[in-house]
């Protein structure tokens, strides 16, 4: 979906929302408040120049807006693959930008991200993994790393792994299976704006990607051992 038809439909209220170079910025109100909204367009490769621009928004909401609700609109490819970026350091910029989206989640800021066109890889971690809560819509794509590439990486063969992803979601791209692992909570249908309304009231510090995992049967294992790793701190 283009992003200014999602601008339109999400926020009914009104926007200020610009986009320069693939960088969304802005500001919108959503059920009677003021949000600030950043994120990509075009499938954007997060290279240096756009991490340190996400990450400044969030700071600045962080200053000068304090309590503000963020909202992160995601189309990317991931991180930008250059010489140029690996050189500068690349996995720091994309780090200090998850820092500025935890440090405005502890600071109180609800932060919600959208996944509304395209999701891969450093680009969604960065951004919509590191929100209170991550929808997606139906249609949107969503992997870390894609099959063909994994065979690769791992020395697993291909048709194995297309075979794996059928059952277990952690093999697999798309919406769906991220829903199932709980990356995902929910994906929105209908009425956009009043989704968005309602998972900026329903935000919170709290962390329940592994529990929706189990109770989605995408993850059936991660919140045990959660759960058995705090208990076992808690004793000792």
Known sequence: ??????????????????????????????????????????????????????????LRTVREQPGRPIVILIDTQGQRLRHRDEMLGINSYMAHLGKCIDLARRRGHRVVGLVYDQALSGGFITSGLMADACYALPDATIRVMGLPAMARITKVPEALLTELARDNPVFAPGAENYLRMGGVVDLWRGDLAQ??????DEA??????????RERGGRRLAANVIEAVLADDGAA
């Open 1 to 58: 979906m283009d992003w200014k038809t999602l601008a339109a439909t999400l926020f009914p209220q009104g926007h200020e929302i610009t986009e320069r170079e693939l960088f969304l910025s802005g500001q919108a109100r959503v059920a009677g408040r003021d949000v600030t909204v950043i994120g990509t367009t075009g499938h954007a490769p997060i290279g240096v120049e756009i991490a340190l621009a996400q990450a400044e928004a969030v």
């Open 195 to 200: 989704a968005l309304a309602a998972a900026l």
């Open 204 to 213: 919170g510090p709290v962390d329940r990607r592994s529990e929706l995992g």
